[in-house]
T-cell receptor, first 113, second 115 residues
Framework: GAGVSQSPRYKVAKRGQDVALRCDPISGHVSLFWYQQALGQGPEFLTYFQNEAQLDKSGLPSDRFFAERPEGSVSTLKIQRTQQEDSAVYLC???????????FGSGTRLTVV | AQSVTQLDSQVPVFEEAPVELRCNYS??????LFWYVQYPNQGLQLLLKYLSGSTLVKGINGFEAEFNKSQTSFHLRKPSVHISDTAEYFCAVSDFDSGNTPLVFGKGTRLSVIA
């Protein structure tokens, strides 16, 4: 597609519920990144894929967070047993070569109540 | 490890006045530098980037930034702002030597343009 598409745009989850956030990168983009942006803060790195390989997951805050990109295109970020501190905007970005800056999606705003 | 410091959390400025948003970075290796803009309820849009070459970089919407290696700075400037420039601005850095490191962002500067 023309841009990075994320769905849903908004998600309200009850504490303890599992959620899945989807990212459709730009076609042909090899690199895909997930970031978490808390209110009033800059984005913080969660994890990185090159094609289907997850090369860096050092930013995932706990083992409740899991990401996958099984066919090297669409990626899903899953959060199990959501907690209030998981409330944030989750941004996905993709790039062709990782040195020219990324293209970001509009994000998914997750609110855990 | 890299880090980015945006010295001002909020910058109010009158329309048509010049503005400078400050960014300093810390890194033990050579870096790429970026400025992104975020409008409310939207993702981040790339304004400009420094990869190599001329230290003065021109971007979209009339913005420019200057890379100063000795001062480890990458300040963003615009000679005359518009109401539509009201947004959050993020400075970011990535590792030059490795092709696969993620961007590290500053906490952002909220630019408010006053009519």
């Amino acid at each position: 597609g023309a841009g990075v598409s994320q769905s849903p745009r908004y998600k309200v989850a009850k504490r303890g519920q599992d959620v899945a956030l989807r990212c459709d990168p730009i076609s042909g983009h090899v690199s895909l990144f997930w970031y978490q942006q808390a209110l009033g803060q800059g984005p913080e790195f969660l994890t990185y894929f090159q094609n289907e390989a997850q090369l860096d997951k050092s930013g995932l805050p706990s083992d409740r967070f899991f990401a996958e990109r099984p066919e090297g295109s669409v990626s899903t970020l899953k959060i199990q047993r959501t907690q209030q501190e998981d409330s944030a905007v989750y941004l996905c970005a993709s790039s062709f070569a990782n040195r020219g800056g990324y293209t970001f999606g509009s994000g998914t705003r997750l609110t855990v109540v | 490890a890299q880090s980015v410091t945006q010295l001002d959390s909020q910058v109010p400025v009158f329309e048509e006045a010049p503005v400078e948003l400050r960014c300093n970075y810390s890194s033990s290796v050579s870096v790429y530098l970026f400025w992104y803009v975020q409008y409310p309820n939207q993702g981040l849009q790339l304004l400009l980037k420094y990869l190599s070459g001329s230290t003065l970089v021109k971007g979209i919407n009339g913005f420019e930034a200057e890379f100063n290696k000795s001062q480890t700075s990458f300040h963003l400037r615009k000679p005359s702002v518009h109401i539509s420039d009201t947004a959050e601005y993020f400075c970011a850095v990535s590792d030059f030597d490795s092709g696969n490191t993620p961007l590290v962002f500053g906490k952002g500067t909220r630019l408010s343009v006053i009519a």
